[in-house]
């Protein structure tokens, strides 16, 4: 469900309740159903039309804060079957991928359609996402979670295919890629990308990284290689306790960008 333009909740959204300790749970406000969170329910049509950000009970009278989910809060709760990328992977992604407005972009591996969201977020409704899933049952469930927490995208083609079989595409301005063996696409890459093109790879082991970057060096139509990882540490604050969080996510994987070039070598 598209993200409503006031403060009041409408049937259908996406809501995060935060308990007393601050963990979270993702709920979808239905009328005429209740709202089961932590050992207790809300009926949800007392909830809908009501402000987001107050405080709300549920029978077992625990008191939750409910709020819209950021993109960053709504991730790591998405329902799914295969890993999601991380929110502080996400960020770079799109940075470091260079993904603009009107952007014409394809996704290799959904996952569970975190990334979809943020691309399409990113390519605005000018722009083009075509996501190549060989799963069929992850390309659902892609769409479903996109349909759910973003809404209707009709600039996202979702193609069940094998991208090593061949990419239709010609002129990709963008191309994200997530999966195992990304050097063995290179070849159909480089067939769809447009000189000056960006291709991102994101894969979890260095043993991936040496391979995609000898790859790209040794294929002659790529250049300017980048590869790095992002971590990040949040602080836990209150009154005079201030020092790093016990638990953080550190490693998740590995971001290597790389530009599609007319001639790689420089004489």
């Known amino acids: 469900m598209e993200r409503g333009g006031g403060a009041q909740l409408r049937p259908g959204e996406s809501v995060l309740f935060i308990d007393r300790?601050?963990?979270?749970y993702l709920r979808v406000l239905r009328a005429g159903t209740r709202v089961h969170v932590r050992g207790g329910t809300i009926q949800a049509d007392q909830l809908i039309g009501c402000d987001e950000g107050r405080v709300v009970?549920?029978?077992a009278q625990e008191p939750f804060l409910m709020l819209?989910?950021?993109?960053?809060?709504l991730i790591p709760n998405l329902p799914r079957k295969a890993q999601v990328i991380y929110p502080k992977d996400i960020g770079p992604i799109l940075m470091w991928g260079d993904i603009y407005p009107g952007a014409t972009v394809i996704e290799v591996g959904t996952g569970p359609g975190a990334l979809s969201m943020a691309l399409l977020r990113a390519i605005g409704p000018q722009?083009?996402?075509?996501?190549y899933e060989v799963r069929a049952d992850f390309a659902e469930m892609a769409q479903?979670?996109?349909r759910q927490y973003y809404g209707e995208a009709p600039n996202w083609s979702v193609k069940v295919a094998d991208v090593m079989d061949g990419i239709e595409e010609r002129d990709v301005d963008r191309m994200t890629v997530d999966i195992a063996e990304p050097w063995h696409l290179l070849p159909n890459a480089a067939a769809a990308l447009r000189p000056g093109g960006l291709i991102l790879g994101y894969v979890p082991t260095v043993l991936q990284v040496k391979q995609f970057v000898d790859h790209?060096?040794?294929h002659g139509g790529?250049?300017?290689v980048q590869s790095f990882e992002a971590l990040l540490r949040f602080?836990?604050?209150k009154n005079l306790s201030i020092r790093p969080e016990h638990r953080m996510v550190a490693h998740t994987g590995f971001v290597i960008v790389a530009r599609r070039v007319v001639e790689a070598e420089m004489r």
């Not at 819209?68 to 809060?73: I, L, M």
């Open 127 to 131: 722009g083009r996402l075509i996501s």
């Open 216 to 218: 790209l060096r040794a």
């Open 144 to 146: 479903a979670n996109v």
């Open 68 to 73: 819209r989910p950021s993109f960053a809060q």
């Open 21 to 24: 300790k601050e963990r979270e």
């Open 57 to 59: 009970y549920n029978t």
């Open 222 to 224: 790529f250049a300017a």
């Open 235 to 237: 602080w836990h604050v």
